[in-house]
């Protein structure tokens, strides 16, 4: 993640001055905020007037540790220092359109990049190996569930501003548990796919171009 931040820093400092209207978005959690090679690349950034928006995914748990219990400033959009910063909600599907659209706005006037961070939060475990319940309870996950949870509060906003009924969203929803369900049948039941298969459908318009794989000394074949 450090690596890649840096790397991201470096590659929005090149596109200034391009005019070709590009943004770079860096993605990191509150896990990895508290790494030294992120304050590295905030300052190569603005140095460099970047465009380069780091954006903090807050979920509150870096694996299994509340980001109180991990960083003496759990305020991370306002570590940047010299990079100005702005605080979200990221369980609000309209809200972060809205910022998102504002942030990108501004860099491309040249001002800069911008440290943002994103409050939300995950129902389930960092990875198969953490049940998700041994450093908070089963009451908080609900809770956030009921009353934060980015679809039913979309789905609320939705009905209230009479853009679809309550009978329409049930449609939606259920048509898209049959493609769901279709796809992970179809994931279950299909054969194992060739190593080959790795290096493709990455990134559009890239067919041909060489993939390096997870060592110097494996390179692919990007097809569709």
């Known amino acids: 993640t450090h690596l ?7 590659v929005s400092t090149q596109s200034t001055g391009k005019n070709d209207n590009g943004v770079c978005v860096s993605l990191y959690g509150d896990g990895a905020a508290n790494q030294g090679q992120i304050f590295e690349a905030f300052n ?21 540790t509340s980001d109180v219990r991990a960083a003496a400033n759990p305020h991370y959009y306002t570590r940047g220092d010299a990079v100005p910063g702005i605080k979200i909600d990221g369980m609000n599907v309209l809200a972060v359109r809205d910022f998102t659209k504002a ?15 994103v409050e939300t939060y995950r129902y389930y475990g960092h990875s198969m190996s ?15 569930r009921k009353t934060k949870d980015p679809i039913l509060m979309l789905k609320g906003y939705m009905i209230e501003g009479e853009l679809a009924t ?7 929803d259920n048509e898209a548990r049959v493609i769901v369900d279709e796809a992970t049948n179809f994931a279950k039941t299909s054969p ?6 790795m ?9 041909g171009t060489r993939v390096r794989g997870a060592d110097s000394l494996t390179y692919g074949i990007h097809s569709p």
């Not at 194992?192 to 298969?197: A, F, N, Q, R, S």
């Open 44 to 64: 190569l950034a603005s140095l460099h007037k970047a465009p380069c928006m780091f954006t903090c995914e807050n979920n509150h748990y870096g694996m299994g």
């Open 166 to 172: 309550e009978a329409e969203i049930k449609e939606i």
């Open 130 to 144: 953490d049940p998700g319940t041994s450093y908070r309870t089963r009451d908080e996950v609900q809770a956030v």
């Open 4 to 10: 890649v931040i840096r790397q991201e820093a470096v």
């Open 199 to 207: 290096f493709n459908t990455i990134y559009r318009d890239m067919d």
């Open 192 to 197: 194992e796919l060739e190593t080959h298969e």
């Open 103 to 117: 942030v990108t706005d501004w860099m491309r006037a040249g001002n800069g990049p911008v440290v943002a961070e």
